[in-house]
DNA sequence: AAGTCGTGGTA
DNA sequence: TTACCAAGACT
């Protein structure tokens, strides 16, 4: 084979063997994460599905096991106002997330007896479960056979079989059939490459500086036998935060975490002295969202 | 289907 | 210091 001529895609059995030795270096790379621990049922795997999405795993961990300590299941959080979990969210960000957490709760009481449905398309119909977060639970909590894409599988996938050093902007449909290509054919093997190929992502094959020198299967790299090539084409766009709406609507929901008794509409608008018109808009959203609440001139969360 | 939605660590 | 980006969902 000439040297020269560019690595191809791996086929079933190469995949085979790549699945196999990630899941080999899964057994002693593995981060022993809490909810990773067998005593910890479906319920406790939902919750930090919900934390992690668009979260550093690291920043999860805390405030995931005070939560099981207060909610340890569904019906206990159910049982209680969504401004509770929005308040015990704390600092984790995206807190529309703890809202949809609580409806979701409510969800389970109400349609699956308590207790978290085992079937993706149950899973996909709760709020704030979307294709990943659904796959995501029914492969880590019940061991079944699913296409897990997540940013970290969508990136190893895009270096080993693609030769690309980023996958694109949003998952393509030619992504998911590329992924179920991957997915071994009994339920327990997936399950497994599920979470060891995230692992690698997470710990070896990440976004800024991939560590190809450490990496389990970097004899099978189409992007390090192809030199790491750049990513070519538009920029990956970035995430503006200053000065924006966001980063309102963040002050605001900061002042009525920290008092919790309420605050008054014109002192709460006063701690975004930007722009008053942004301020508005924030508290408006706020409000729209069920994130905040309106008493008279107080408002709370 | 491109924009919106928080927060903080890292290089 | 600025820019990137992290177990995405929703509209």
């Keep these: 084979m000439p040297a020269d001529k560019p690595a191809a895609a791996p086929g079933p059995a190469e995949r085979a063997r790549i699945v196999g030795t990630v899941a080999q270096w899964f057994t002693t790379a593995a981060r022993p994460l809490p909810w990773r621990d067998p005593s910890v049922?479906?319920?406790?795997?939902m919750v930090s599905e919900f934390m992690t999405q668009q979260t550093p795993v690291a920043r999860v961990i805390e405030p995931w096991r005070a939560w099981l300590r207060r909610w340890p299941e569904p019906a206990s959080l159910a049982a209680e106002p969504s401004s509770e979990a929005v308040a015990a969210w704390g600092r984790l960000g995206y807190p529309r997330r703890a809202l949809r957490l609580h409806g979701a709760a409510v969800a389970i009481v109400a349609r699956h007896g308590g207790r978290v449905p085992a079937?993706?398309?149950q899973l996909r119909a709760l709020p704030g479960v979307g294709e990943y977060t659904a796959a995501a639970i029914a492969s880590f909590a019940f061991g079944a056979r699913a296409v897990v894409l997540d940013t970290n599988v969508r990136r190893v996938l895009a270096r080993i079989d693609r030769g690309r050093q980023y996958p694109a902007n949003s998952t393509t449909a030619a992504e998911r059939r590329l992924a179920a290509r991957w997915l071994p054919a009994?339920?327990?093997t997936a399950a497994r490459w599920a979470a060891s190929s995230m692992e690698l992502g997470a710990l070896v094959c990440t976004a800024a500086a991939p560590d190809c020198a450490h990496c389990p299967v970097a004899g099978h790299c189409r992007w390090l036998a192809a030199g790491r090539p750049a990513h070519e084409g538009p920029a990956r766009r970035g995430q503006a935060y200053a000065g924006t709406d966001r980063q309102a609507r963040g002050r605001l929901l900061d002042q009525l975490r920290r008092n919790r008794a309420g605050v008054e509409t014109e002192t709460l608008l006063g701690c975004w002295d930007v722009d008053r018109a942004q301020a508005r808009?924030?508290?408006?959203g706020l409000l729209a969202d069920g994130l905040a609440h309106r008493h008279g001139e107080l408002i709370t969360l």
């Design 281 to 284: 808009r924030a508290l408006d």
């Design 186 to 188: 009994d339920a327990a």
């Design 119 to 121: 079937e993706p398309e």
């Design 41 to 45: 049922g479906p319920w406790g795997v």
